[in-house]
C-alpha cells in the first residue's frame, strides 16, 4: 500500500502480508514500512515472520511487484507462486482502449472462473484469437 503523504524524500509504502487459513478466513498476518516495495523490504518482513514461527506458506500470491517474489524464492522456496488475478486482469485491461474493456472483462472472468485447467486453457484461446490483433501486448 502507498501513501501520498510526503514526510520524507523516499515514497513510504506499508508492506502487507495477508494470510488465509485453509476454511478461507483472511488475517492480517504483517505490516511493516518499507520503500518502493523492495525485495530486501520484503526478505525482512518474511524472515521475521519465519523466525517467529510461520511456516512455509503453501501458496503465495501477490501483485506483480518484483521484490515479492524474489523474498518468497529466497525465505521459502518451496512455496508455490500465483499472480493475483485482480492485478492480473487491471493490467491486461489498461492495455486495451475503453470501448473493448467490458467485453474483455467478461472474457478474462470466464478465464479466472472456469473450473478446470482445461477450460480455463480454451477459454484463453478464445480470447487471444479475439485480442491478438487488437493488442497483441494484453494478450502476451
Not at 79 to 92: D, K, L, P, Y
Request: glycine share 6%; hydrophobic share 40%.
Amino acid at each position: 500500500m502507498h501513501f501520498t503523504i510526503r514526510l520524507e524524500e523516499e515514497r513510504l509504502c506499508k508492506l502487507v502480508q495477508i494470510g488465509v487459513r485453509p476454511d478461507s478466513t483472511k488475517e492480517v498476518v504483517a505490516i511493516e514500512d518499507g520503500y518502493r516495495e523492495s525485495a530486501e523490504g520484503w526478505r525482512t518482513l518474511l524472515r521475521d515472520l519465519k523466525r517467529r514461527g510461520l511456516r512455509a506458506p503453501v501458496l503465495a500470491i501477490g501483485d506483480g511487484a518484483l521484490g515479492f517474489w524474489a523474498a518468497v524464492r529466497d525465505v521459502w522456496p518451496e512455496t508455490a507462486e500465483q499472480r493475483c488475478w485482480v492485478h492480473r486482469i487491471a493490467n491486461i485491461l489498461d492495455t486495451l482502449p475503453k470501448r473493448l474493456q467490458p467485453r474483455a472483462t467478461q472474457a478474462l472472468h470466464a478465464i479466472m472462473y472456469a473450473e478446470t485447467r482445461a477450460s480455463a486453457e480454451r477459454e484463453f484461446g478464445r480470447v487471444a484469437q479475439e485480442y491478438s490483433a487488437k493488442d497483441p501486448k494484453a494478450v502476451a
